[in-house]
């Protein structure tokens, strides 16, 4: 089961927080006994980090079934767009946070690729904010609205999650949606969950 992950995003920290995040809430994971201070780089296949820490004494009390035995939680800090599923790279469609309306990129079924005319300047944004955090280059202005927000404002669908911290679950069975609401709670911010399969 090592290529399945989860993965909970912190959509709302910076990347200049992200470090002393990580480490308090590695801290909790590790007083709960869900993880050990001991890294691995078994059995994961992360885009952004090489090991992860290994499974505690007390692993079983985050999942919903202990079906069978965990890989490496990897922590991730710095900006990225994290995607679930099989690793598509592109978001379905984003929705303007001034006038709700949702701009589609991929008209699932018609069409399984983005409209690139649609999709490139979202795209750019994504870039922008991955590389600066922040400025001109991180807004998308809406076709309904005409407002330009940033990126990291627009709402993404779940799968498509913007965010500067983030928890991947290398191999891990069900996380149970208590552990996920705890973990979120101990963020203190809003967070995104992810399945996926690498
Ligand atoms: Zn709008």
């Known amino acids: 089961m090592g290529d399945y992950f989860e993965r909970v995003v912190d ?3 910076t990347q200049e927080e992200a470090g002393e995040a990580a480490a308090r809430a590695i801290d909790w994971l590790v007083a709960e006994g869900v993880v050990t201070r001991e890294t691995d780089g078994d059995r994961m296949y992360s885009l952004y980090a090489d090991e992860g820490h290994v499974p505690g004494p007390r692993w079983a009390e985050a999942v919903v079934h202990d079906g069978w035995e965990p890989g490496p939680l990897a922590v991730v800090t710095g900006r990225h767009h994290h995607v679930g599923g099989q690793g598509e790279d592109d978001a379905e469609y984003a929705v303007c946070p001034h006038c709700a309306t949702r701009t589609t ?6 069409s399984f690729e983005p409209d690139e005319t649609v ?3 979202f795209r750019a944004a ?3 904010w ?3 955090g922040a400025g001109e ?7 309904a609205c005409g407002t330009a927000s940033p990126v990291t404002g627009w709402q993404w669908p779940d799968e498509y999650a913007l965010g500067a911290l983030a928890f991947e679950f290398w ?5 149970s949606d208590e552990f996920v609401a705890g973990l979120t709670d101990r963020l203190g911010h809003r967070t995104a969950r992810h399945m ?3």
């Open 11 to 13: 959509l709302e920290v």
């Open 105 to 110: 990129f991929i008209d699932y079924p018609a």
């Open 119 to 121: 999709w490139a300047p």
């Open 126 to 128: 994504v870039e922008a």
């Open 130 to 132: 991955e590389a600066t």
């Open 137 to 143: 280059a991180t807004l998308v202005t809406c076709g």
């Open 171 to 175: 191999g891990w069975p069900p996380l």
């Open 196 to 198: 996926g399969k690498f």
